[in-house]
């Protein structure tokens, strides 16, 4: 199982940028949710959540930063 630290650290990023919309924070949370999706020993439907909320984050993080 991938370090606490790393899930922690993803889930304090997606709270950071929901409550801030800072797209930083998305940015470092899908990255660290990509290191997640490619630990072994994650199981299918994790690995694939993990990938959908990178995926999502990211593009939030383009729309926000073309708003600018």
């Known amino acids: 199982m991938p370090a ?4 922690v650290g993803a ?3 997606i709270l950071i940028h929901e409550e801030t919309g ?3 924070s998305a940015l470092h949370a899908a990255r660290l949710l990509d ?3 490619d630990t072994a020993g994650i199981d299918d ?4 959540l993990c990938e959908r ?3 999502r984050l990211s593009h939030q993080e383009r ?3 073309c708003a600018a």
């Open 11 to 13: 889930l304090s990023l």
């Open 63 to 65: 729309r926000h930063a």
């Open 35 to 37: 290191q997640l999706s």
């Open 45 to 48: 439907a994790t690995r694939r």
């Open 22 to 24: 800072c797209p930083h």
């Open 53 to 55: 909320a990178s995926s």
């Open 4 to 7: 606490t630290e790393l899930w």
